[in-house]
């Protein structure tokens, strides 16, 4: 059958108008297949990176089997090397040196793997109608009342007196216990249902629940506390007081897994922003010799503002790269103005259900693919990196040259909130800076739900933008 002539009209329309469609439209047979094996090695990621430590050891497991080694000051740096640096365990920066000099700017894709969570308080364990848990302090923007009676685990480090360290890590392997916050049963619960979502759970009682059975033959005071600490002390050789200099986080005790009865979808902990910075990490690994170098920063802290020394403000992505100009004899300041980042993070995806705190045509759309995000900010653009047209439009040219699915998003309506990443910490170093990353349902929720279509693209933006500037 003959295809039917265009209209002047319809060719006008498809000249002059922004054509929307969803990826699926789109999509290449081969792209689909990449996609799929793709957002299969990211699901693995997800699950053994529940936390920013664990997000930084396997990055680097990755690395190293792509033929990257730690970066020293005063190394050579030539085209083709490729270094890693760790920050305090907690962040992670690489670069693949490319054929120009660095004082002709480097290609940056920047994400944060900390994500929101339950830290416990320095002295945690307690026991009360002989049921022994622990206090926790929230980490990040969450909703309280999404995170009791989902099962936790347990992650992290404790550095005993003495210096050394043990890990830490209870409910992801296979036979683990997992860990709860407890609710009170509809029942007993009318006072506390007249309450405003935001305070009928209070922060103060998200105490995870660990223990019920007294320690044997002892009649003291608090005889399950006793009894958890003797477990602790007999499998790790720890004390109470060792509490005191660890970092444990609860986080949700959920698998990354397939979504929808067409598996279009995944679902996991932790996406913003481990989707964004496994897509920042992956491109980078699978570049050859770029012509610009290539650098991932992945920070932590971003959750709480990127404050502290493994932060976006902190000054170890500075000494990164200031050590690898001091390689080609490069100021720093000349290398950083003709620089480019990519802040890779994610965006609020549309949610038909609560339509009310969108802007319907701006917002981003799941299947859509990669969402830039001009500006963050809140009420006034406050807090926000706003790019400028020259840099929208470098990352419109350089990814519809390479065959990227993107969308343009905003994070909301004008007054219904906003949102920070760690572009405005690039923007301040004088580099230009856009956001960009995958759009999230239910963001900052145990469960977060996100689209294969739009983690694949966001992962070949990111490719395209190393490769291009």
Same mark, same amino acid.
């Given at each position: 059958?003959?295809?039917?002539?265009?209209?002047?009209?319809?060719?006008?329309?498809?000249?002059?108008?922004?054509?929307?469609?969803?990826?699926?439209?789109?999509?290449?047979?081969?792209?689909?297949?990449?996609?799929?094996?793709?957002?299969?090695d990211y699901k693995r990621f997800l699950d053994a990176a529940k936390t920013e430590r664990e997000a930084v050891d396997e990055a680097v497991r990755l690395a190293k089997s792509k033929g990257f080694v730690p970066f020293i000051r005063g190394m050579s740096v030539n085209p083709g090397d490729k270094y890693y640096r760790v920050n305090r365990g907690k962040a992670l920066m690489l670069a693949i040196i490319g054929e120009k000099s660095l004082a002709d700017g480097v290609s940056i894709g920047a994400a944060h793997i900390d994500s929101p969570r339950l830290d416990l308080k320095p002295e945690p364990l307690y026991e009360d109608a002989e049921l022994a848990f622990l206090k926790t302090h929230y980490y990040g923007g969450i909703r309280k009342y999404q995170w009791v009676t989902i099962p936790l685990e347990l992650h992290g480090v404790i550095v005993k007196k003495d210096g !050394?360290?043990?890990?830490? #890590?209870?409910? =992801?392997?296979?036979?683990?216990? /997992?860990?709860?916050?407890?609710?009170?049963?509809?029942?007993?619960?009318?006072?506390?249902?007249?309450?405003?979502?935001?305070?009928a759970i209070k922060g103060e009682n998200l105490n995870i629940l660990v223990g019920s059975r007294p320690f044997k033959d002892d009649e003291g005071a608090d005889r399950v506390k006793l009894a958890i600490l003797d477990?602790?002390?007999?499998?790790?050789?720890?004390?109470?007081?060792?509490?005191? !200099?660890?970092?444990?986080? #609860?986080?949700? =005790?959920?698998?990354?897994?397939? /979504?929808g009865f067409d598996r279009t979808l995944i679902g996991a902990y932790g996406?913003?922003?481990?989707?964004?910075?496994?897509?920042?990490?992956?491109?980078?690994?699978?570049?050859?010799?770029?012509?610009?170098?290539?650098?991932?920063m992945l920070a932590d802290k971003e959750e709480i503002g990127s404050e502290g020394v493994s932060g976006m403000k902190g000054a170890a992505f500075d000494t990164f790269m200031?050590?690898?100009?001091?390689?080609?004899?490069? #100021?720093?300041? =000349?290398?950083y103005e003709h620089s480019f980042c990519l802040s890779a993070d994610v965006c609020a995806a549309f949610d038909p259900a609560f339509a009310d705190v969108y802007d319907k045509r701006n917002a981003?759309?799941?299947?859509?693919?990669?969402?830039?995000?001009?500006?963050?900010?809140a009420r006034g653009k406050s807090g926000a990196s706003d790019a400028s047209a020259e840099v929208v439009g470098f990352v419109r040219r350089t990814l519809d040259q390479a065959g990227v699915i993107w969308q343009m998003s905003e994070l909301g309506a004008v007054d219904a909130g906003g949102g920070g990443t760690v572009a405005v910490y690039m923007a301040e170093r004088d580099i230009?800076?856009?956001?960009?990353?995958?759009?999230?349902?239910?963001?900052?929720a145990p469960f977060e739900t996100t689209g294969k279509l739009d983690c694949y693209m966001t992962y070949k933006g990111m490719k395209a933008v190393y490769q291009a500037h």
């Open positions: 059958m003959e295809e039917k002539e265009k209209s002047p009209a319809q060719l006008r329309r498809e000249a002059l108008c922004l054509d929307k469609k969803n990826g699926y439209d789109r999509l290449t047979a081969e792209d689909e297949q990449d996609m799929t094996a793709y957002c299969e !050394s360290t043990v890990k830490v #890590a209870i409910g =992801a392997a296979p036979g683990d216990p /997992v860990f709860t916050v407890d609710d009170l049963l509809p029942h007993l619960g009318a006072k506390q249902g007249q309450e405003p979502l935001n305070t477990l602790l002390n007999q499998k790790y050789g720890l004390v109470e007081a060792d509490f005191i !200099s660890a970092e444990l986080e #609860a986080v949700p =005790a959920f698998r990354a897994s397939d /979504v996406q913003d922003d481990r989707v964004c910075a496994f897509a920042a990490l992956a491109a980078l690994l699978d570049l050859d010799k770029p012509v610009h170098t290539a650098v991932c200031s050590d690898l100009c001091d390689g080609q004899r490069v #100021a720093l300041k =000349a290398c981003a759309r799941v299947n859509y693919g990669m969402g830039f995000c001009k500006y963050t900010g230009d800076t856009l956001d960009a990353g995958v759009p999230v349902l239910s963001m900052h």
